[in-house]
């Protein structure tokens, strides 16, 4: 079993940053890919960023909408996946969820929260302008 914590959203104003956490605990190895997701209301889950971990380094890929704003990150030792989100906009507005399967994904799992066995409760940001 795995559990996955999410901490760090807020509110900010355009222009601002934050930084999300993602705490993976219990069996670890069910945590090679994770997803960070997004959801506002009425509106699908979409996938933000992917990372990847292979036994050396990792792969990563982001939604267009975030290159060059969002950057993913995972600190092995802590078993923690960051997000930092810099040059917020209204639009990023969202609950955010992190989410972790065992096997590879790539770039296609950004539009497939259906294969993934574990999710956090998710963390709220909300960017005003």
């Known amino acids: 079993q795995v559990q996955l914590v999410e901490s760090g959203g807020g509110s900010v104003q355009a222009g601002g940053s934050l930084r999300l956490s993602c705490v993976v605990s219990?069996?670890?190895?069910?945590?090679?890919?994770m997803v960070w997701f997004r959801q506002s209301p009425g509106k699908e889950r979409d996938g933000v960023t992917v990372?990847?971990?292979?036994?050396?380094?990792?792969?990563?890929y982001y939604a267009d909408s975030v290159k060059g704003r969002f950057t993913v990150s995972r600190d092995n030792a802590k078993n923690t996946v960051y997000l930092q989100m810099n040059n917020l906009k209204p639009e990023d507005t969202a609950m955010y969820y992190c989410?972790?399967?065992?096997?590879?994904?790539?770039?296609?799992?950004?539009?497939?929260?259906?294969?993934?066995?574990?999710w956090g409760q998710g963390t709220q940001v909300t960017v005003s302008s």
């Open positions: 219990g069996n670890t190895d069910s945590s090679n890919c």
């Open positions: 989410s972790a399967r065992r096997l590879q994904c790539g770039e296609s799992a950004l539009s497939a929260p259906g294969i993934f066995d574990h």
């Open positions: 990372i990847y971990t292979k036994p050396i380094g990792s792969t990563k």
